[in-house]
């Protein structure tokens, strides 16, 4: 079967009084019918604008976009705006990472739902208030029916987080891309509302990209995993290859710097040195190379490319290291 959603090649920069910024540089891959992506990398590596692209929001006179992104065969690259309105919300829809400020105050959560439904969908008030009712019961909210009336400053984050889920699920989408949507949350309901998506997507089979800078996350709800780093994917591979044998430092390092329940406490976590480059002025060759431990010299002047990793058919990885170093411990 074709992939749902088949991005090739997709290249995004901005022209800044300051330089070009090269946010997205040559990423491709594939979301299947009822599958989980995962893109994870640290702030800056290009993870929320490739998807805001592929949505059709970050069209300006000062970006340049290139590539190819077939949603169900129709590329939405070159789809036109009012096109884009049609899918964004329904077909396609988006949980951004801040709850407050994607919710208007001045509305209450059910003119907003209700208005995310009749935008696409040809029923009555009533319909689309009964409907925005159901949704927010799915989603764990307590007498959902008067919650319509409230507004977002009374709910917690977590609750305007599953109200912003809610919205999401509201038109029944092919395709769910969550973007940090437990970042500003505590753990308990990390995990809670991580569950809920999890479950969703096994009631409506719809297929999902989460985003996030924490592999922790993705770990029990990610069927593949690119991880990104200064615009482009560095590894990629179903979720168990990635965790039991990562081949990248940087994915190494992501994993370093994750608490684990099995490790002594007395052990700090390892975290990566160094910063995120400048996407105005990147070094050259392999952009890693100013933080990564196992650096030599052809890294900061060869480009490595995304190459299958010897053994496994989905698992492939763009760096210098011989096989064998990579797979070392440090």
Same mark, same amino acid.
Do not use: W
């Given at each position: 079967?074709?992939?749902?959603?088949?991005?090739r090649?997709?290249k995004?920069?901005?022209?800044?009084?300051?330089?070009?910024?090269?946010?997205?540089?040559?990423?491709?891959?594939?979301?299947?019918?009822?599958?989980?992506?995962?893109?994870?990398?640290?702030?800056?590596?290009?993870?929320?604008?490739?998807?805001?692209?592929?949505?059709g929001?970050?069209r300006?006179?000062?970006?340049?976009?290139?590539?190819?992104?077939?949603?169900?065969?129709?590329?939405?690259?070159?789809?036109?705006?009012?096109?884009?309105?049609?899918? +964004?919300?329904?077909?396609?829809?988006?949980?951004?990472?801040?709850?407050?400020?994607?919710?208007?105050?001045?509305?209450?959560?059910?003119a907003?739902?209700?208005?995310?439904?009749?935008?696409?969908?040809?029923?009555?008030?009533?319909?689309?208030?009964?409907?925005?009712?159901?949704?927010?019961?799915?989603v764990?909210?307590?007498?959902?029916?008067?919650?319509?009336?409230?507004?977002?400053?009374?709910?917690s984050?977590?609750?305007?987080?599953?109200?912003?889920i809610?919205?999401?699920l509201?038109?029944?989408?092919?395709?769910?891309?969550?973007?940090?949507?437990?970042?500003?949350?505590?753990?308990?309901?990390?995990?809670q509302?991580?569950?809920?998506?999890?479950?969703?997507? +096994?009631?409506?089979?719809t297929?999902?990209?989460?985003?996030?800078?924490?592999l922790?996350v993705?770990?029990?709800?990610?069927?593949?995993?690119a991880?990104?780093y200064?615009? +482009?994917?560095v590894?990629?591979?179903?979720?168990?290859?990635?965790?039991?044998?990562?081949q990248?430092?940087?994915?190494?390092?992501?994993?370093a710097?994750?608490?684990r329940l099995?490790?002594?406490?007395?052990?700090?976590?390892?975290?990566?040195a160094?910063?995120?480059?400048?996407?105005?002025?990147?070094?050259?060759?392999?952009?890693?190379?100013?933080?990564c431990? +196992?650096?030599?010299?052809?890294?900061?002047?060869?480009?490595?490319?995304?190459?299958?990793?010897?053994?496994?058919?989905?698992h492939?990885?763009?760096?210098?290291?011989?096989?064998?170093?990579?797979?070392?411990?440090?």
């Amino acid at each position: 079967m074709s992939p749902l959603l088949s991005v090739r090649d997709l290249k995004v920069s901005f022209d800044t009084e300051d330089g070009v910024v090269a946010a997205v540089s040559g990423v491709s891959y594939d979301v299947e019918a009822g599958k989980t992506l995962g893109i994870v990398g640290e702030s800056g590596s290009g993870k929320t604008v490739g998807t805001l692209t592929i949505m059709g929001l970050t069209r300006a006179v000062n970006t340049k976009i290139s590539g190819e992104a077939l949603f169900d065969g129709k590329d939405l690259l070159t789809s036109s705006e009012q096109q884009m309105r049609s899918i +964004r919300g329904d077909e396609i829809a988006m949980i951004f990472q801040d709850p407050l400020s994607s919710l208007h105050p001045f509305f209450t959560i059910g003119a907003q739902l209700v208005e995310a439904i009749q935008v696409h969908r040809n029923v009555s008030k009533a319909a689309a208030r009964d409907r925005a009712a159901e949704l927010l019961g799915m989603v764990g909210l307590s007498d959902p029916r008067s919650r319509l009336s409230s507004y977002p400053h009374e709910f917690s984050g977590g609750m305007r987080q599953r109200v912003m889920i809610a919205m999401a699920l509201a038109n029944d989408p092919r395709l769910l891309i969550a973007d940090e949507p437990t970042t500003a949350l505590d753990v308990t309901v990390q995990a809670q509302i991580l569950e809920l998506i999890a479950d969703l997507q +096994r009631q409506t089979g719809t297929a999902m990209i989460i985003i996030t800078h924490d592999l922790g996350v993705v770990a029990e709800v990610a069927d593949e995993i690119a991880v990104m780093y200064a615009g +482009r994917i560095v590894e990629q591979a179903s979720a168990a290859d990635l965790f039991a044998n990562p081949q990248h430092p940087y994915t190494r390092g992501l994993l370093a710097s994750i608490p684990r329940l099995d490790r002594d406490r007395s052990i700090g976590l390892d975290p990566i040195a160094g910063r995120p480059p400048s996407m105005i002025s990147p070094p050259g060759g392999c952009a890693f190379h100013p933080r990564c431990p +196992r650096a030599f010299d052809r890294c900061s002047e060869e480009l490595p490319q995304l190459e299958a990793v010897a053994g496994s058919s989905n698992h492939r990885v763009a760096c210098l290291l011989e096989p064998a170093e990579r797979s070392r411990k440090a």
